[in-house]
């Protein structure tokens, strides 16, 4: 008779032969036939090991091997492990994975790489204001390259929730409010990160999330309920979730709330009916964190019942709740769930780390080598610094005032003036924060000796020392000053006395927004708004510098103050890049991605709404039996793809190839775009679409293109669209994609509110 350990040597030796044949043009079928191979070899627990994702936490080299991860490790009860950082804790970790476990399946090392590793580029509302999707890539490109030198296979990004609700902390991590764009977006993102092949050393997977309608949550509280029509969903939330699988994403992670009354972890008809046979989805679902568990509050049943469900669901990885490590087997000998469930789980992770070229060499994202020198590079710094000024969108300038001079005296006041670790913005778990260049570092490095810094801190974030140390988090301190506020003031003022023009560094710390980071009262603090009245007080000319993470209400600012550059949270070289912008070596050109309300009574409030059978009259802003408000107009503050530059943009009248189209036939759309001003400039030219008349009511308009061209003070430009059929369909009623014949209008503009149409008839 045959010993078992014999058994057991012969497996592993197939096994190995298996996992180490060289890998040639690999595709997912033969990946999967090998995956197959493993899977023969698997005991249930080793099975339900992979399916197990917990969190890497502050392993510390050297202790790794006698963690309590490490134990669970040697006994296979780990697929992969997150947010552990550095290459050799990694290695180590590895080592143990493919050294001491019976099978030596490696693991998947995963990351919330955001916006940048170490190398941090700004968040994903301020990436997406640059509307420049060869910059938007290029951030994803660098961050790959940084996060697989340390070890990191696999991203957490992109994270692409539509969302219209600011005061939900996350529209920081998002694209803003338009399908169109998150769609373009999240087919850069992922082409950044995973390359044309996932194998290579200096790729990693991508996770689109969170999937679905995270950013619809009830009120813009964090993980609250969602509920929507499935026209909504289809028309107007799912297209950046659907781009991101057309882009071959390898993952995809669960969302937090429930999407038509079942949580989106357990939701079979999300993540196998629409996802996969529908979407043809094909690679691996993990949860979000905990997500499994929190179905038991949801209402779902327990811990047993609810890790069921989301493995029928179509979920094969589990993070962080282990309701798939404690409860499978228990589940199978029940019949509740099968073995063929299980598997499929299994497989797909199997292929994704064969993809990933980790049975091949499971130690080659982590290169000690690479690590050392690939990484917060001055190369990638520099990249960083420019991206960052692309992204700064320029609300008001009134007479001018931008960009300011490199002489006499500049007083810098705020809270955001000198503090390098907000600069990171939320969600930068792997960020450098305290080399981050803040902005008063970056005005001194801007101006040498030919202009006077004079500095007042001014105020704190917020009054409220409870709510402040809410925010100060993560390494990312507000560094309160315990003066009264108007003590701080009274300072501001007195440093500000001689100055020639004042720079108000304000709006939000960084961790105000991001996650569970949601806001009641989404305007800059009351407290920072005295200091602002008090400096306009002096006559001086004030510019504000605004720090945020999402749309502000910001009436206020907008009244009084004369200028106002939106800087968002910028990154690493937050501060060179402010600095580019506000003396004009940059001139800014970015644009809003998400509508700025007037208050937060309007929200949510975006441009792509419907109309009601009561619209209220163009240029009116009250009529008794309209639908509006009494006390605000219908109006944002600052519309969707709104934003100045220092030159102007003039726009020539739209030219059509045809104003009578039918079938398979394209329309031209022609714009004539000249910079009239006396600076270079670029201009994000959109092209919005309302279909006029349809089976269900439709949106007053649509974004459908968009082109970003750079212009020469003087120079014009013709930009052209193409439009095809494709483009005006729409889910109709049954939630069929259809092209509905009839007259549509064709806009286009700098941004969606000053357009000019035309109408065009397609049969
Ligand atoms: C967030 C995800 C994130 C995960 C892992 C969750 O709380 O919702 O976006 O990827 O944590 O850190």
Known sequence: MIKPNLIILILCIAFYAIGHQPLQAQTTGN???????????????????????????????????????????????????????????????????????????????????????????PIPLGMSSSWDMALVEQSARIAAIEASADGINWTFSPMVDVSRDPRWGRVSEGNGEDPFLGAAIAKAMIQGYQGDDLALSNTIMACVKHFALYGASEAGRDYNTVDMSRQRMFNEYMLPYQAAVEAGVGSVMTSFNDVDGIPASGNKWLMTELLRETWGFDGFVVTDYT?????????????????????????????VGEGFLTTLEKSLKEGKINQTQIDEAVRRI????????????????????????????????KVAREIAA??????????????????GTIALVGPMADNRENMAGTWSVA???????????GLENALGEQAKIVYARGANVVADSLLESRVSIFGKPTYRDERSEEVLIQEALAAVKDADVIVAAMGESAEMSGEASSRSDIEIPQNQRALMQALMDTGKPVVLVLFTGRPLGMAWEEEHMPAILNVWFAGSEAGDAIADVLFG??????????????????????????????????????????????????????????????????????????????????????????????????????????????????PVKELKGFQKVFLKAGESKTVQFDLTQEDLKFYNYNIDFVFEPGEFEIMVGGNSRDVEGSLVNWQ
Do not use: C
Not at 42 to 67: F, R
Not at 75 to 90: C, P, R, T, W
Not at 431 to 441: D, H
């Open 291 to 319: 997500a499994i568990n929190e179905m038991i509050p949801h209402g779902m049943g327990n811990l047993q019942e609810v890790s069921a469900m989301a493995l029928q669901a179509g979920v094969d990885m589990d993070m």
């Open 585 to 698: 070596e940059v001139n800014p050109s970015g644009k809003l991605t998400a509508t700025f309300p007037q208050n937060v009574g309007q929200v949510p409030l975006f441009y792509n709404h419907k109309n009601t059978g009561r619209p209220l009259p163009e240029g009116e802003w009250f009529q008794k039996f309209r639908s509006n408000y009494l006390d605000v107009s219908n109006e944002p503050l600052y519309p969707f793809g709104y934003g100045l530059s220092y030159t102007n943009f003039e726009y020539g009248d739209i030219s059509l190839s045809s104003t009578q189209l039918s079938g398979d036939q394209t329309l031209t759309v022609k714009v004539s775009v000249t910079n009239t001003g006396t600076v270079d400039g670029a201009e994000v030219v959109q092209l919005y679409v309302r279909d006029l008349v349809a089976s269900i009511t439709r």
């Open 350 to 381: 199997l292929i994704a780390k064969y993809q990933l070229g980790l049975f091949d060499d499971p130690f080659r994202y982590a290169d000690p080598n690479r690590s050392q020198n690939e990484i917060f590079t001055p190369e990638h710094r």
């Open 390 to 407: 692309q992204t700064f969108v320029l609300l008001k300038n009134e007479g001018d005032i931008l960009p300011l001079k490199k002489q």
């Open 431 to 441: 960020g450098r924060f305290t080399e981050s260049v803040s902005l008063k570092e």
């Open 31 to 121: 990946f999967a036939s090998k995956a197959d191979s493993i899977l023969q070899l698997m005991t249930l627990e080793e099975k339900l090991g992979q399916l197990n994702l917990p969190v890497g936490g502050d392993i510390t080299t050297g202790q790794a091997g006698s963690s309590d991860i490490a134990i669970s490790i040697k006994a296979g009860q780990v697929g992969g492990l997150f947010n552990l950082k550095s290459a050799e804790k990694i290695r180590e970790i590895q080592r143990i994975a493919v050294e001491e476990t019976r099978l030596k399946i490696p693991l998947l090392f995963g990351m919330d790489v955001i916006h940048g590793y170490e190398t941090l580029f």
